[in-house]
């Protein structure tokens, strides 16, 4: 990629500018965020929406809850920056979990979120299939309908109307996250400057893999366009590959935070259409399916078929312009993906991330810890996002603390 730019070399006084730039375009009404909540947590052994997912934090706090809550102070930082306006929570799901996360948000008050601003719309589904080619059923004379991949999101905002109601609220820059990474700092005011002053049609947000078989995809150039390689397709040696400056070559991870402009969404569903709705991935999955012969639902818990997904990145070549922004992956990606107990992404390796950061963000600002915070029980650290949004306004914190040794876990 050439258009990339690493948080850690731009000049303080640039990053006050940037962020600047997007608490700005926030307080006019002009960003919106996109949450990509269509699948389920089976995974996690959660046989439910995965945004409704406990972590384990000391609140209790679900995924939904916790972006929503990351949302509405960010809405107040705007506002105390002289703003009127705030951040349009769409929320992308699926035929399966639809009706339970529009309930979720309801019971719960749209965590405080105006009702007005929180916009849910299904993503387009196809059939699955067997090892046979046989389409799966979901009841007695009825389709298994899967979800089309995030790569879906294109055609589902033009064919729910979505797109259009962007557009009539003024919205020009949609961040487009993951439900599963809970340190994913939604509409990011940084980030937002950045691919408001650069001009860019699609910003991507990279952080360095972790190690070379780190399962993640990664940014690279594909016949001189913008791309994304699947960890699948990179071969051992060409992992290990590394650059004049020792970093992996193919290093720059995928974590699915992405700023696309209104005009370039308009743009591809209007002339590209058929382009997106032909670039179909076979993925192999654990299908949930009806057995007629038994008359109930039947759980895998091996691969047992297909599904066709759409990859969110097969549009980046059509962008006029796309730069990369490198953040620190300690602040700003901890996923969960896999089960507790997982060694890797999951519930726990996410708590861990969390109670470090929290516990920092807490340190910086003056507060005496008695011990580290490691993410197990005993030792967690968490500062609701109701308080701060990126560690920010916690120096009133510290001073009722002043003289006193913190003891582990902490919540605030």
């Known amino acids: 990629?050439?258009?990339?730019?690493?948080?850690?070399n731009l000049p303080a006084d640039q990053i006050t500018s940037l962020r600047?730039?997007?608490?700005?375009?926030?307080?006019?009404?002009r960003v919106a965020v996109l949450l990509l909540s269509g699948g389920q947590g089976s995974r996690l052994g959660f046989e439910h929406a995965k945004g409704m997912y406990n972590i384990g934090l000391p609140s209790q706090k679900t995924l939904f809850q916790i972006f929503s809550e990351r949302l509405g102070r960010l809405n107040a930082l705007a506002a105390k920056n002289g703003g009127s306006g705030r951040v349009t929570f769409y929320i992308m799901t699926s035929d399966g979990n639809d009706r339970e996360v529009r309930?979720?948000?309801?019971?719960?008050?749209?965590?405080?979120?105006?009702?007005?601003?929180?916009?849910?719309?299904?993503?387009?589904?196809?059939p699955a299939i067997d090892y046979d080619g046989k389409i799966f059923?979901?009841?007695?004379?009825?389709?298994?309908?899967?979800?089309?991949?995030?790569?879906?999101?294109?055609?589902?905002?033009e064919n729910s109307g979505t797109l259009a109601h962007m557009e009539k609220r003024g919205i020009r820059y949609v961040h487009v996250v993951g439900v599963d990474n809970v340190l994913a700092r939604l509409a990011d005011p940084l980030f937002i400057g950045f691919a408001a002053s650069r001009g860019f049609e699609i910003t991507s947000k990279f952080v360095a893999k972790a190690h070379a078989k780190?399962?993640?995809?990664?940014?690279?150039?594909?016949?001189?366009?913008?791309?994304?390689?699947?960890?699948?397709?990179?071969?051992?040696?060409?992992?290990?590959?590394?650059?004049?400056?020792?970093?992996?070559?193919?290093?720059?991870a995928n974590i699915v935070n992405v700023v696309f402009t209104v005009d370039f969404l308009r743009r591809i569903v209007t002339t590209a259409r058929e382009e997106l709705l032909s670039q179909f991935h076979v993925a192999r999955k654990k299908i949930r399916y009806y057995d007629d012969k038994v008359g109930t639902t039947?759980?895998?818990?091996?691969?047992?078929?297909?599904?066709?997904?759409?990859?969110?990145?097969?549009?980046?070549?059509?962008?006029?312009?796309?730069?990369?922004?490198?953040?620190?992956?300690?602040?700003?990606?901890?996923?969960?993906?896999?089960?507790?107990?997982?060694?890797?992404?999951s519930p726990d390796t996410a708590r861990i991330l969390i109670s470090r950061l929290h516990q920092k963000w807490l340190r910086d600002a003056g507060v005496v810890f008695a011990e580290d915070a490691d993410g197990v029980n005993s030792h967690l650290c968490e500062v609701s996002p109701l308080v701060s949004y990126d560690g920010e306004g916690l120096n009133e914190v510290a001073q009722r603390f002043t003289g006193q040794k913190v003891q582990l876990p902490f919540a605030i």
């Open 20 to 29: 600047k730039t997007g608490l700005q375009l926030i307080g006019e009404g």
């Open 137 to 157: 059923l979901s009841d007695r004379g009825q389709a298994f309908l899967a979800p089309n991949g995030n790569g879906g999101v294109y055609t589902s905002l």
């Open 103 to 126: 309930v979720f948000f309801e019971t719960n008050g749209y965590f405080g979120l105006p009702a007005e601003d929180v916009v849910f719309f299904t993503q387009d589904s196809l």
């Open 1 to 8: 990629m050439k258009d990339i730019t690493r948080l850690r």
């Open 298 to 345: 039947l759980f895998s818990n091996i691969n047992n078929g297909y599904k066709f997904e759409l990859f969110m990145f097969d549009v980046y070549g059509l962008a006029s312009s796309m730069g990369l922004l490198e953040t620190r992956r300690e602040e700003e990606f901890a996923p969960v993906k896999n089960a507790p107990g997982s060694k890797e992404d």
């Open 214 to 252: 780190e399962n993640v995809g990664v940014h690279v150039l594909k016949n001189g366009k913008p791309h994304i390689i699947e960890y699948s397709e990179i071969t051992e040696q060409q992992a290990e590959e590394v650059d004049e400056n020792g970093d992996l070559r193919l290093g720059a």
